[in-house]
Structure formats: structure tokens, C-alpha cells
């Protein structure tokens, strides 16, 4: 057989049928599901007369709408509360497990799936959110789907799909020390733009990319779609297999190993050919933040706010003009020199241990600035537990973040946690939108470290600018 | 949904690149478990500044949105097309749009036609130039027309997108006309489930 890249290997083993002039028919494994995108698949599901064809196959949790409030507060948005009892009553009746707020299993979708061990290499995934590319640094070919698409997997578990087109993003050579999987993703993001990987299925590769963690990983493949890409993969390795290794949805003994053989095959063929390929040299990177509105607006921290007068396209000149009126900032403004009012450790990107133990880290033995508010909110139950076996959380108390439920939160602002307009953010998430995190609020994207650096400092800061 | 043929009206022009759909429509909609009544909260953000083109009155009533590159990335919300749909929009111009955006407007019957960016530049000269004028998205021909200028350009339509769109297919039904193909499939994959993985309240079962 011709060499295949590791996207047309899984894409191969998923087709059920390629019908003459249609679109091909792709097999899901794994059906992630969430209140906000679900209630009205499952209606249309009831005025079809259609059940659910694989509920072993599909698992639901509470994530984008939860407030973080301890657990004894209610829900106090009516309509809030109501979506997610739709989702309850949705998964109860049609047979789906679902982790509502407060079960030990709940978290933010793209957290759980792959600390459950559910999310495994191979696999097809699919969610009604577009950070669903987050599970392809387990080599799972996952992205995220509208809600006509969920009806439709619900009802087939299968979707019509075209065949994307592949990309090879290299990062080659060692990163560079303090510089995180948020630092690679923010370059590449604006090395390739907002629409650069539309079309394509991204699979990142290099050195600096195989020293990462699967928390790393995860992190990365989580912004393909900031670069337009549906989804990110990285090829299984032994980092891979012993991250999945003892987790709830893996087996055990010789049938684990078994599974493992399996796993190492998903990985691109060494003389595969990929359609594009982009590379960049790890040694070059720094930590980066975001300026202005959309996730491609990327500057280290180390460098001034861009001046508009300085692009030559008058389309680019004109939109950074716009960035830059929406986030108050004048051109040419030293980064480290702009206070800010909120930080938020979170979201599916950047809320997993590993990502509050570099935060806490920075924090120890500091305090936050007294201008700034900053919240940690860990991306799951299980998450927020073990952060409390390490002791995390009273790092993060003594040093005055709160220490919060778990979901999606100041990501997205659904719930109330939420800028208040003008209000200026250091967010581990991964969207910088106008009005993103609450309207008329200003978000710039950064690291766990930067992030943690910056609350204490009050302004944006680089971990080395905080004793240790 | 309901086959579509021609979309035909005013048009809008929203000279904005990257509009993402939290644009189109805001997370604070989202928490609705309805379909209907998402056209209030599109570009709620902008509406409140009267300068925003949707609050020109020459533009009321129009059908079809013209929009800057990359329209609709970001979020998979289909709630955006479905504020784009309930406000009035059937069609979308514009230069590139988001994935996941132009799958969901297939599914609901909203037509995107991408033009080049020259073009899309000269389709919205045209309106500035004459709000009132008829802009025509003819699905079956897929070509994008001003008739009173005698300007027309064609546009690309995947061939099953175009046959769904004519005809106002379901894709559920679609599919199902492969039932068989699925069933054996599912008879021969080795992907695990989760069976057995969670008890009946979603508690990890001790292995
Ligand atoms: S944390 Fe943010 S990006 Fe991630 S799933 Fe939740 S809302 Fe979406």
C-alpha cells in the first residue's frame, strides 16, 4: 500500500461508504455531547421520530454554562438552569451517560474525554464544539460539528464528510526554556493566519513538538481551529501510551499492551506526502501574547504594541486600526508596561494539572497585585481534586486567586464570570473576539506562567520578572 | 429544510474582515434551548451603534449579506445561521468563510456563495452605490446577479450541496439510505465503546 499520512489512515479505517457523486459516510467512534449545542439535535430527534443509534458511544457533561460557584449555591439564571436540566432529562431519556454540574466526572468536554481515557489513538471523535481538536493529540482524527450534525450523528453515528487536505506543520529543534505549548501554538497560529489551515487537517511534528507532554499537546492541537483548521493531530508515541495507561476507559494487563501495539501504528508513514508543509524553528520562539482581536494578532512579550501605519497592505492596516481602538491601545506601547484589571487561569486549552502546576508554580510565595482579580478554574472535578491532593489550591488562596468550580467560564462568559466592558484580561483561553469574555471586554491570550506572572505584577509579565 | 431555489432582494454590505460568530451572535444567546428567535441577537453587540450598517434604513428588508473575508469562523454555534436565517438573510457573500460555518448553513438552507475579494469589492460598490438595488443568488445556476447593472458572476457549489439545497433533502435521510453499509461496519470496527466503563450514575465501575 502507498504511504499514508496518520489523517489518511484513520480516515481509511472509518469509512463505511463512498457513494458515486455524494459525499462519503465516516463512522464516529466517540460522540461528545454538552448542554448549549445539544437541546435542539435532540428535539429534532424526537419531531423525526428518531432515537439515539449508539448511546455506548455517546457521553455527555455540563461544562459551557455552569457557574463556578461553590457547588451549594443554585444555578440562578432561569435560562441557564433550564438548559441544563434539558440536558439531564435529554440523556436520561434517550440513555446517555452524562456528568452533570457537581458529578465527580464533570469538566470541561475536552478535559475529560481524555483523563477518562475515552479519548483514545485512532479513534474518530466528534463534539458541537470547535475545540473538539483537542483530542488529536491522541492521534484521534476529532473536530467539532454544528448542531444539525449532531442530530445527525446522534441518529447514525456517522457523518457525510469530504476528504480534507493535509498539512505538515514542523517545529523543529528543542524549545527554548520558558517557552510553553501556549508559546508554540500562538506562533504558529500567526505564522499561518486565521483561515491559513482551512481545509486542511494539521498534524504537528518536530522535535519540539515530541518533547511536549500530552497536556502540551493538547494545548496545541486545542488552537487548529484558531488557524482554521478543523483539526490537529500528533502521532502516537510512548508519551501517548503512558499518559493513557491506567486511566478509567483503557483496559489493563495484556490486553492494555495489546491496545498499545495497536496505538503505534497510528503515526504518518516516514515517505508519506503531505499537501502543504509549513516549519519553524523552535529557537526562535518566545513567550507570546495577544494584541488585538483575533488569535493571529501575536507579539512577545517582550515587544510593543504594532503600529498600523506600519503594514503596507491598507486591508491589514485598516483592521489593525480596528484591533487596536477596540482593545485601547496605542501604538507602540511596551507590552510589560500595560496593566491589567482580571486574570483567568482556565478553559479547555490551558486547565489541566499540569497547566495549574506551572501557574502555581510562579504564584508561590507571591501575592496578586491589588488592582487585579484572578481566577483559577480548574478544567474538571478530577482536576480540581488533585490539584487539592497537591496542595495547589492553598498555593493559589495564600497568593489571592480564587480557587473556583469547574467549566468552560471566562472563556466564553456564558456563565458569570465575565469581563465588564473596557475591562482588560490575561486569559489562558483561546479567543480573543471582541466580547468574548463579556462585552466591551479586552482579552489577551497568554500561558499559564504568563498568566500567573502577570496577576502578580499587575501588568503583563514574563515568569522570570517574579523572585522565586 | 426547505428547498431553495433563488434568493433574491436587498443587499447588505458588512465590510468587516473576520467577523467570527460570536459576532453573529453572542454567547449570552446561547443558553436557549429554541431554535427560533436568534435574529434579535444578531450582531447584537454592533446594533447598539447607529452607525452599523444593518441600522441603515436603506438596507431594511434585506436578503442577502455581503461580508469581508473569512466570514463566520470561529465557534461551531449553528446559532449563527440561525440568527443570519430568522433575521431574513437567505444568502451569505463573501470572499472565504469558516469550516464549520458553511457546513452548518448547508444544513439549514442558508446559501454561501463565495466570490474572489475584486469581485466581492465591485458587488458591494454596486450597493453603496444603489441600496435599493436587486441583488439575485440563483442556487440552480449558481450565479450571482445584479440585474439592474448587468453585472454576474458565477459561484462554486459542492454538486451534493447544490442537489440538498434544490431539492430541500434531509441529510438524515440521506444517510439512512445506507443503513445496511452502517450495520455491517459497526459489525466489523474494534473501536471500544463505553460499555462498562461507568455505572448507571456515571461513577467509574472498579476494574
Ligand atoms: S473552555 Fe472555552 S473553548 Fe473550551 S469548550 Fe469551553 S467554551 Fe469552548
Known sequence: MAARTLYEKIWDEHLVAAPEGESAIMYV???LVHEVTSPQAFDG?????????????????????????????PVKDPVS????????????????????????????VHVIGPELGVTQPGMTIVCGDSHTSTHGAFAALAFGIGTSEVEHVLA???????????????????????????????????????????GYVVEYRGQAIRDLSMEGRMTLCNMSIEAGARAGLVAVDETTIEYLRGRPGVASGDEFERAAARWREFVSDDDAVFDQTVTLDAADLAPYITWGTNPAQVVALDGVVPDPADFSDPDVASTTQRSLTYMGLAPGTPIKEIPVDVVFIGSCTNSRIEDLRAAAGVARGHHVAPTVRALVVPGSHRVKRQAEEEGLDQVFLAAGFEWREPGCSMCLGMNPD???????????????????????????????????ATAILGRFATSDEVSS | MKAVRVIEGRAVPLERADVDTDQIIPSDWLKRVERTGFGRGLFSEWRDDPSFVLNDARYAGATVLVAGPRFGTGSSREHAVWALMDYGFGAVIAPSFGDIFRNNSSKQGLVIAQLDATDVEELV?????????????????????????????????????????????DDIGLTLRHEGEITSYETRTSAPTLEGIFDDAGHVVAH
Request: net charge neutral; glycine share 10%.
Open chain 1, 29 to 31: 467512534d466517540l460522540h
Open chain 1, 45 to 73: 430527534l424526537r419531531l423525526g421520530g428518531r432515537g439515539v443509534r449508539r448511546p455506548d458511544r455517546t457521553l455527555a457533561t455540563a461544562d459551557h454554562n455552569v457557574p463556578t460557584d461553590p457547588l451549594s449555591v
Open chain 1, 81 to 108: 438552569r433550564r438548559q441544563l436540566e434539558a440536558l439531564e432529562e435529554n440523556c436520561e431519556e434517550f440513555g446517555i451517560t452524562v456528568f452533570p454540574r457537581g458529578h465527580e466526572n464533570q469538566g470541561i
Open chain 1, 156 to 198: 447514525t453515528q456517522t457523518l457525510p464528510q469530504q476528504r480534507a487536505k493535509t498539512m505538515a506543520v514542523v517545529v523543529e529543534g528543542p524549545a527554548p526554556e520558558g517557552v510553553s505549548a501556549k508559546d508554540i501554538v500562538l506562533a504558529i497560529v500567526a505564522t499561518l493566519g486565521t483561515g491559513g489551515g482551512a
Open chain 1, 418 to 452: 465575565q469581563l465588564t466592558p473596557g475591562q482588560r484580561s490575561a486569559s489562558t483561553s483561546n479567543r480573543n473576539f471582541e466580547g468574548r469574555q463579556g462585552r466591551g471586554g479586552r482579552t489577551h491570550l497568554v500561558s499559564p506562567v504568563v498568566a500567573a
Open chain 2, 125 to 169: 460598490a454596486l450597493i453603496k452605490d444603489d441600496p435599493s438595488r436587486l441583488v439575485v443568488v440563483d442556487v440552480e445556476r449558481m450565479q450571482v446577479e445584479v440585474p439592474a447593472s448587468g453585472w454576474s458572476r458565477p459561484f462554486a457549489l459542492e454538486a451534493m450541496t447544490r442537489e440538498r439545497l434544490l431539492n430541500g433533502w
